[in-house]
């Protein structure tokens, strides 16, 4: 059976929003998670932290009228758990019968798809140079991203995909113009967002190292070399050469501070 197609719940449970879950994680509250995704799902990425406590029991455990005990036993009865799955579905079922049965429990609104769309910016207080310095973090994945604001002027350093349309409402927020897009490194498991963005009219940055790597739209955007300034308001953004992560790794000095 797939997922989308599961019976209507055996009994009414609430949701909790991806922020509002973040929020008990973050401080420190003892979260218990019962995630329903197939085993190889979970394995490539879940949610987890020292007060987590993830169970993984694939949602078709819980088809049968009478649940195996031993499947049940794996659920703890002393505590609250939340239930999640891919999009929201399987683990409103899930949750349902397990309240059914006498659980205390409640579902992830929109799953592990929710969880994703997390993503949060934050000041960066130790940076000491012009303008002000932002950190995005994405929990889901642990990507990281920056926005450097001055003049009317703003920068994004490793902008993704699924966020384009933020970057720029973020900048009008701040009252500035998103003037440039940077990429530190071209690598598979980072959707950049600067060929969107420059698609947008911001000026899309990217390694010139980078091309040797194979990058088929480098004559599209600007390619910065070693030493490169680019101004953001008052502010100076300088390329910087790191390789090791990549052959063409590049790092961004941010007005002499970060």
């Known amino acids: 059976m797939n997922p989308e197609d599961l019976p209507t719940p055996e009994a009414e449970v609430d949701s909790v929003s991806p922020e509002a879950l973040k929020e008990q994680i973050d401080a420190g509250e003892d979260v218990t998670l019962l995630d329903t995704r197939m085993q190889s799902d979970y394995e490539e990425w879940h949610i ?12 078709f455990h819980f088809l049968e009228d009478d649940i195996d005990d031993d499947v049940l036993e794996q659920v703890p009865a002393d505590r609250e758990v939340t239930v999640l799955c891919a999009k929201g579905g399987a683990s409103e079922f899930v949750a349902g019968a397990l309240k059914a049965r006498g659980y205390d ?3 992830l609104e929109n799953g592990m798809n929710g969880w994703a769309e997390i993503y949060e910016r934050y000041e960066v207080t130790d940076y000491d140079g012009t303008g002000t310095l ?5 929990p889901s994945s642990g990507c990281l991203g920056y926005l450097l604001v001055d003049g009317g002027e703003a920068a994004v350093v490793d902008p993704l ?9 973020d900048a009008a927020e701040l009252d500035a113009e998103l003037t440039y897009a940077f990429d530190t490194h071209i690598h598979a ?11 947008e009219g911001v000026e899309g940055v990217i390694p010139a190292a980078a091309v040797d790597r194979g990058v088929t739209y480098a004559d599209e955007l600007t390619t910065a070399e070693d030493g490169d300034t680019f101004s953001v308001g008052d502010a100076t953004v300088e390329t910087v ?18």
């Open 105 to 107: 429990v409640d579902h």
């Open 48 to 59: 987890d932290g020292d007060n987590v406590t993830s169970i993984n029991l694939p949602y």
């Open 241 to 258: 050469a790191t390789p090791g992560h990549t052959t063409g790794m590049t790092s961004y000095l941010l007005d002499e501070s970060l």
């Open 189 to 199: 498991d980072h959707i950049s967002g600067v060929r969107n963005l420059d698609a």
């Open 161 to 169: 995909r699924a966020f384009t349309d933020r970057y720029l409402d």
């Open 134 to 138: 932002y950190q995005y973090q994405r």
